[in-house]
């Protein structure tokens, strides 16, 4: 009910509030998922771009992750 939705938009807000970065790692199509899901919450809680969100996943190249890795530099990193 009410009290679950409220309770995942706190969740929401305290992670917004200790993290700059946040990392969504999915093959294929399984990130879309959370991609609708924080769509969803930025809209309906009124925090829209308050971080970054980057999709990670659509390659499988190891070269690809080193050097993606290498340019999260951020200390407030959430991988999802």
Known sequence: GE???EEIL??????????????????GGSYLGAK?????LDEHAGLS???KVVFAGHHLSEDYYVQ???TCTTRYLVFV
């Open 3 to 5: 009290n679950e939705i």
């Open 10 to 27: 706190a969740a929401v807000r305290e992670l917004k509030s200790r993290t700059e970065l946040v990392v969504v790692i999915g093959i």
């Open 36 to 40: 609708a899901v924080l769509e969803a």
């Open 49 to 51: 771009g308050s971080r």
């Open 68 to 70: 993606f890795f290498n």
